[in-house]
Structure formats: C-alpha cells, structure tokens
C-alpha cells in the first residue's frame, strides 16, 4: 500500500478544506491587521454587530471558545471603544455587549476586506459552481453537527 498515493486520492477534499481555510485565515489577518484587528476579535466584534445585547457565554459559544478567552477580547474591544459591555437586567452576574459607532465603522471596513479577499479566492468560479460549493459544505457540516449531537446523546 502507497500511504502517499493513498492520502492524494482518499483525503483531498479535507486537505483542499483546511489548506483553503489555512490560507483564508492568513490573507484575513494580513489585512485586517491594518485596522488593528485580530481575527478572534472580529469573529467578536461581528458577533456583537449581529446580535446585540448578546452576553459573553452566548458570544464564547458562538465563536468557539471560552468563557475566559472571549473576557479579554471583550476588554480589548471595550479599551478600543468598539464595544460597550453593560449588566444584564433579567441577571446581575451576566454582562451584555453592543458595539458602539467606532466600531460599527470597524466593522464596516473589516467587512470589505474579508468581502474583497472572499472575491479574489472565487475568482474565476462560476456562480453555478460556488453555489455548488456552499451545498456541499453546508450538508458536510450539518452532517458533522448531527453527528455530533448523536455522540452527545449516548
């Protein structure tokens, strides 16, 4: 058995995947360091944008990570005036966030970055065929999800 001709014709799809979510992620930061902005911190900050008033276990579950790490990119955000952070009324230990205008007009700028880097990833496909790609990549995913989920229940 050729473990490298085995992998080139068995693992294409996930290697394709990650290297393209590799490259994504290192084309975003390069440019979205020019706003100061670190990707966790817009995963955040757009987080907020969309969800206002969203609290900080919410926006830790959200983003994928913990409560702790989410705590110091909000006080970051909230140093940088993107972010206000308020208490809870229906819970006096919860902390909520809303995204002030400074950082709506971050958000707008970081949001044509990753808009224009998205183009240039795409150029060349089709329309036919990056709505192929979506399908494909949103069934993998709910099927991860359920898979997931199934595990979860035993």
């Known amino acids: 058995m050729n ?3 085995d992998y080139k014709t068995q693992a294409p799809l996930g290697y394709l995947i990650h290297e393209v979510a590799r490259l994504m992620k290192r084309r975003f930061e390069g440019e979205a360091s ?3 902005i670190t990707l966790p911190q817009w995963r955040a900050l757009a987080h907020v944008t969309a969800y206002e008033g969203i609290t900080q276990k919410a926006l830790a579950d959200a983003v994928d990570t913990d409560p702790m790490t989410i705590s110091g990119i909000l006080d970051r955000l909230e140093k ?3 972010i206000e952070r308020y208490a ?3 819970d006096s230990r919860a902390k909520l966030a809303r995204v002030t205008p400074e950082g709506i007009g971050v958000v707008q700028s970081v949001r044509k970055i990753g808009l224009a880097m998205y183009e240039a990833a795409l150029e060349g496909v089709p329309p036919a065929d990056r709505e192929i790609v979506i399908k494909v990549l949103s069934t993998m995913r709910a099927n991860l999800i359920g898979q997931a989920a199934e595990l979860e229940e035993v």
């Open 3 to 5: 473990l490298k001709q």
């Open 80 to 82: 940088r005036g993107l």
């Open 34 to 36: 020019m706003q100061e």
């Open 88 to 90: 809870d009324p229906t």
